[in-house]
Nanobody
Framework: QAQLVESGGGSVQDGGSLRLSCVVF????????MAWFRQAPGKERKGVAS???????SFVESVKGRFTISRDNAKNTLYLEMNSLKPEDTSMYYC??????????????????????????WGQGTQVTVSS
């Protein structure tokens, strides 16, 4: 059973930066699609960024140019570098993984070769709060 553990959330001012990390236990990380989702109170969980097993990345439009997703396969760790944070970025952020290695974000959904579905494994979430 895979286990995903996020860290790095916190409270920052408008325009600030944070780096989220997600350590993965229990499987061969390098072959998996990895992604970050977020969920604000009272709203649906939505995709933010993804990185597939080949290292190809994709982002929801609202974070392009501000967020960077990366993975360190040697450390079994996924990252989300968030810059120029805005109050509307305030959410619980979740790390997710799926054994189907090819994936991408379209709109705010995660697709696996054209099929929209939820990834198999999820972390417990880390809170990001951006104040104006």
């Amino acid at each position: 059973q895979a286990q995903l553990v996020e860290s790095g959330g916190g409270s920052v001012q408008d325009g600030g930066s944070l780096r989220l990390s997600c350590v993965v236990f229990g499987y061969s990380f390098s072959n998996y699609c990895m992604a970050w989702f977020r969920q604000a109170p009272g709203k649906e969980r939505k995709g933010v960024a993804s990185i597939d097993s080949y290292g190809s990345t994709s982002f929801v439009e609202s974070v392009k140019g501000r967020f960077t997703i990366s993975r360190d396969n040697a450390k079994n760790t996924l990252y989300l570098e968030m810059n120029s944070l805005k109050p509307e970025d305030t959410s619980m952020y979740y790390c997710a993984a799926d054994p189907f290695g090819r994936c991408s974000i379209t709109g705010d959904d995660l697709y696996f070769r054209g099929v929209r579905r939820q990834p198999r494994y999820w972390g417990q979430g880390t809170q990001v709060t951006v104040s104006s």
